[in-house]
C-alpha cells in the first residue's frame, strides 16, 4: 500500500468500521453472495457450453430451426434472454432479500452521523 492510500485510510471515518462489524452487514454480504455466487457460475457455465459448442459441435449448432434460423442463433439469443431473466430475478431477490437490511444499516449509519452533529462533532 502506498503512502498516500494509507494516509487515505487512515482518515476514513470509523462509523465505516462500526457497522461493517455489525452482524447484519455480515448477513447482508451473505445474502448477496447466496444470489451472485451461483447466478454468475450458471451464467458462465451457460456461455460455456455455447462457446464449446459452436467449437466443437459445429454440426448440431448449424442445423436449422426454422428458415434461416439455426441453433447457434437460437443459443446466442437465449444467451441475452438468460440476462435478462437474471437481472429481473436479482431485482426481485434484492427487493426481497436484501433491500430492507441495507435500508436498516443506512437509517443506523445516518443516525449516527446525526448523533454527532448534535453532540458537536467527533
Known amino acids: 500500500m502506498t503512502q498516500e492510500a494509507h494516509d487515505q485510510a487512515a482518515r476514513h471515518d470509523p462509523v465505516y468500521d462500526e ?13 448477496y453472495r447466496k444470489f451472485i455466487i ?9 456461455y460455456a457450453l455455447y462457446v464449446l459448442m459452436s ?4 454440426d ?4 436449422k430451426v426454422v428458415g434461416n434460423i439455426n441453433v447457434a ?11 435478462f431473466l437474471i437481472a429481473w430475478l436479482y431485482s426481485r431477490y434484492s427487493n426481497a432479500n436484501l433491500d430492507p437490511l441495507a435500508r436498516q444499516l443506512t437509517e443506523d449509519y445516518h443516525r449516527t452521523l446525526d448523533g454527532r452533529a448534535d453532540n458537536g462533532g467527533r
Open 19 to 31: 457497522l461493517s462489524a455489525r452482524p447484519e452487514f455480515a448477513e447482508l454480504r451473505s445474502r
Open 38 to 46: 451461483p447466478a454468475s457460475a450458471a451464467f458462465l457455465l451457460w
Open 55 to 58: 467449437m466443437f459441435a459445429h
Open 60 to 63: 448440431f449448432m448449424s442445423a
Open 73 to 83: 442463433l437460437v443459443f446466442g439469443l437465449l444467451q441475452f434472454a438468460t440476462t
